[in-house]
């Protein structure tokens, strides 16, 4: 229940903030990415969603973003992006390469699963397309998804189905939390 409170409170947040996150590429797609600094922070000036430069008309948000607290730290340690099964594999690996391209596995272009090591921010990515939807749900989650309806956003809040894409942001085990 943590995890959607908290969820929603950074997406009504951030729902106000004009600096998202983008990088747009030769083809016109603009990939809205999430915020890797929101991962280890504790302070409320942490609250920005997305990463830094406006987005424009054409921006690709991800379908569902799921902030997770792991342990006792009370602050996020991984973030899941969900894309729609009509954004390409090809352009979300782009735009994480854009960034983080450096610490890219090399084999990458042929891995089902693309993966970054981000050493110095003491991060990873994982980026993969879902194989199966979610039977069955759990009770914060079923709750997630009635809210959202009540909120006029149909079945938007559904757990991530077969073909979506995910980009997970994943702080190292080391890594402490701070108020950034």
């Not at 590429?25 to 280890?40: M, Y």
């Not at 891995?111 to 980026?127: D, G, N, S, Y």
């Not at 199966?132 to 079945?155: K, R, S």
Request: with cysteine; proline share 5%; glycine share 12%.
């Amino acid at each position: 229940m943590k995890r959607i409170l908290l969820a929603m409170a950074v997406a009504m947040v951030t729902m106000g903030l004009t600096s998202c996150g983008r990088i747009e590429h030769e083809n016109g797609t603009n990939i809205v990415l999430p915020n890797p600094w929101l991962l280890g922070c504790r302070s409320p000036t942490c609250s920005q969603l997305w990463q830094d430069g406006p987005a424009n008309a054409n921006a690709i948000y991800p379908r569902q973003v799921i902030i997770d607290i792991f342990g006792d730290g009370g602050c996020p340690r991984g973030i899941v992006a969900v894309y729609d099964k009509s954004v390409s594999m090809d352009d979300l690996k782009t735009s994480i390469d854009e960034r983080y391209g450096k610490w890219g596995r090399a084999d990458n272009a042929t891995l089902p699963v693309k993966l970054w090591r981000v050493e110095p921010q003491k991060f990873a990515i994982q980026l993969a397309v879902t194989n199966e939807g979610t039977e069955g749900i759990t009770p914060d989650q079923a709750l997630a998804q009635a809210v959202g309806q009540a909120l006029g956003h149909g079945d938007r809040t559904n757990m991530a189905e077969a073909g979506m894409k995910q980009v997970i942001y994943l702080a190292f085990a080391g890594a402490k939390c701070g108020g950034q």
